[in-house]
């Protein structure tokens, strides 16, 4: 059964008891297909987090201001990239674990996907919620959400404080759940890294065959084979990784039949057309090497030990894939997104003369150790980049209007990329 009807199951199921309870505890919300729940257990947390270092977290915000603003342009460049290789290779992902899309270049595994994936809400909000109370904003609550199957997490800070704040305040406290995202992605990927290094090195695996990781819905292989499989040749030839599975099926026609030996028999299959391709043969199987432990690291380390690496090594890949994703979606420049609100704040930005002596104090302190030439070529371009906001400032019904457009804009792109990746 396709994973997206699990999930709607899942759904049904968990709406029809927020309806039953909603009643007896008011903190169950009911909004349509928007199921939330709020708690202000987590609170005390927060608080705790944002006491123990309010100036690292500001500091570390006032780096992640050019930083951010670096990867929203990024991400506006990239989606417009998208447009251009849209007609050439058309393809959709939906980054839900367990959901098998074809023609989808990601797919995330079900359990160590949804471990992942509520790393990502968990440090996002949390994020959110850190920096609000460092700059003195209190938070109406924390909880979970569900919109149709998709989980959530949020932290609602105070709207009213919020708004009376600065903006640099608010622009740190809009950054901080992508830029937490961002940070946590770069750890994965550091412990990724180094334990994919340790296995290489001490040489504790080695590949004798494919292990299917899920059989695409609607493909060839779809009721002839099955998750978990592990895919010793095919028409008689070995293949133990990605590229030797490529080569044998460049050489494969479509409508052609194919042999695949497995461990669980031989299995016959009529390739189709490939979704991205359509004059490339396809079978519709995700593949992944099948590891065993050497009999050298056995000795060495025993069975359990390599076990638990690898699982590890899936486990934060996913950790460091799915905080990149949401962490630079988030950036885009369009409501609600992060990136929107903190566009809308960039083009509020007024240069008061308190706040200008405030940001060259901060920047003498931050290019001290530099000579002395260099901190004055840098504070005049500074100085020379707040005149010139200074002299081109937008009012609020300006900036509003502007961030509603580029917000249109951009969905409007986002949703045509989708349609056309399912159509096409």
């Given amino acids: 059964m396709n994973a997206l009807v699990y999930y709607a199951i899942g759904f049904v199921v968990v709406w029809i008891l927020a309806f039953i309870l909603r009643r007896r505890f008011d903190n169950i919300s009911i909004q349509g297909i928007v199921l939330m729940l709020k708690t202000d257990r987590l609170e005390g947390l927060i608080d705790y987090v944002a006491r123990k270092a309010p100036r690292l977290w500001r500091t570390l915000m006032n780096l992640s201001i ?14 417009l990239y998208s447009i251009e290789i849209m007609f050439e290779t058309p393809t959709v992902s939906l980054i839900l674990p ?23 809400m968990i440090i996002h909000e949390g994020g959110h919620g850190v920096l609000s109370r460092v700059e003195g904003i209190s938070i109406d609550s924390v909880g979970l ?13 105070n709207e009213e404080q919020t708004r009376n704040v ?20 770069i750890i994965a990927l550091i412990l990724t890294l180094l334990i994919g290094g340790f296995i290489a090195d ?7 065959g494919l292990e299917i990781s899920s059989v695409v819905p609607s493909s060839p292989a779809e009721g002839v084979l099955d998750d978990d499989m592990v895919i010793y040749a095919i028409n008689n030839y070995s ?34 057309s490939n979704p991205n391709n359509s004059t490339s043969s396809y079978i519709g199987i995700r593949t992944q090497e099948h590891t065993v432990v ?45 990136g929107g609100l903190i566009l809308e704040e960039l083009l509020k930005i007024k240069i008061r003369p308190d706040r200008r002596k405030e940001f060259n104090d901060n920047l003498n302190r931050l290019t001290k150790p530099l000579p002395r030439s260099m ?30 457009l580029i917000s249109s804009l951009f969905l409007a792109i986002l949703i045509m990329l989708i349609i056309c990746g399912f159509i096409l």
């Fill in 66 to 79: 050019p930083i951010g603003i670096f990867s929203m342009i990024l991400m506006v460049v990239s989606i």
């Fill in 98 to 120: 367990g959901v098998d899309i074809p023609g989808s270049p990601i797919y995330i595994p079900f359990f160590s996907g949804l471990l992942a994936l509520a790393t990502v």
């Fill in 145 to 157: 959400l569900l919109l149709a199957v998709i989980p959530g997490a949020f932290v609602e800070p």
């Fill in 166 to 185: 600065n903006g640099i305040s608010r622009l740190r406290v809009y950054l901080a759940g992508p830029m937490f995202n961002i940070m946590l992605c």
């Fill in 202 to 208: 001490a040489n504790i695996y080695t590949s004798d």
């Fill in 239 to 272: 293949v133990n990784d990605s590229q030797s599975l490529s080569n044998i099926l460049s050489g494969v026609s479509i409508n052609e039949t194919v042999s695949l030996t497995t461990d669980q028999g031989v299995y016959n299959i009529t390739t189709g």
């Fill in 294 to 338: 050497t009999p050298e690291a056995e000795d060495k380390y025993g069975t359990i030990i390599p076990a638990i690496l690898s699982q590890l090594e899936e486990f934060f890949y996913l950790v460091f894939f799915l905080n990149f994703a949401v962490g630079t979606f988030n950036l885009l420049p369009m409501k609600p997104l992060d």
């Fill in 375 to 404: 901190r004055c070529w840098i504070s005049r371009r500074f100085n020379s980049l707040l005149n010139f906001i200074s002299n081109h400032e937008l009012s609020d019904y300006r900036v509003e209007l502007i961030v509603r």
